[in-house]
């Protein structure tokens, strides 16, 4: 089976710009989060989205948003970029078939906002 | 507040010696605790899971240990091997309505040396 993949892997941006970052989740898998993390903060969990429902939604402004396709494909936005959201964004999916469920990460986009 | 906690930051051992992580955790919903391997400039890469009702868990060269009244785990890599070199992150879940939201620790370098 091949993985989560997510695109691009790396973007530059300048503030004020917005971006679009693309996630494909494992077949078969209905949930996909989203983390960022960078040096500071670590790894923060930005959303989750299930059956193009967002069921769950950390502690990020409204600037951050994301959407789920019928086919699990998931993506997220981040609009108005400020500096501090350079970081390196990933992307996560779980087969959601029990209590108890591991997730699978993709590499991940760097984006860097100059 | 930092509800997961890895307080070393960084391990050095010897190849073919065994490798503890430590994870300490505060809050009691925590019912699924997971372990991570990530590489620089990739995503984490699942390694191994144990859900609150057990105590022990074990795959292959990897023992995750859960000491529920303590709140603690703890990762065992034995024996160790120099391709084992990465940062390792413990994370956990609520489970309930924290659906995909996994809360991770500040990950340690572990150096396995020749």
């Known amino acids: 089976k091949a993985g989560v993949t997510q695109t691009p892997r790396y973007l530059i941006k300048t503030r004020g710009q917005q971006v679009t970052l693309s996630c494909s989740p494992i077949?078969?898998?209905?949930?996909v989060s989203w983390y960022q993390q960078t040096p500071g903060q670590g790894l923060q969990f930005l959303f989750e989205y299930f059956s193009e429902t967002q069921r769950n939604k950390g502690n990020f402004p409204g600037r951050f948003s994301g959407r789920q396709f019928s086919n699990s494909r998931s993506e997220m936005n981040v609009s108005t970029l400020e500096l501090g959201d350079s970081a390196l964004y990933l992307c996560?999916?779980?087969?959601?078939?029990?209590?108890?469920?591991?997730?699978?990460f993709g590499p991940g986009t760097r984006l860097t906002v100059l | 507040d930092q509800q997961v906690k890895q307080n070393s930051p960084s391990l050095s051992v010897q190849e073919g010696r065994i490798s503890i992580l430590n994870c300490d955790y505060t809050n009691s919903m925590f019912d699924y605790f997971l372990w991570y391997k990530k590489y620089p400039a990739e995503g984490p890469t699942f390694l191994i899971s144990?859900?609150?009702?057990?105590d022990k868990n074990e795959d292959g060269r990897f023992t995750v240990f859960l000491n529920k009244s303590a709140k603690h785990l703890s990762l065992h890599i034995v024996p160790s091997q120099p391709g084992d070199s990465a940062v390792y992150f413990c994370a956990a879940n609520a489970g309930g309505t924290s659906y995909g939201k996994l809360t991770f620790g500040q990950g340690t370098i572990l150096t396995v040396h020749p």
């Open positions: 144990i859900s609150s009702i057990k």
């Open positions: 077949s078969g898998h209905r949930s």
């Open positions: 996560a999916s779980s087969p959601w078939t029990s209590t108890y469920n591991e997730q699978f």
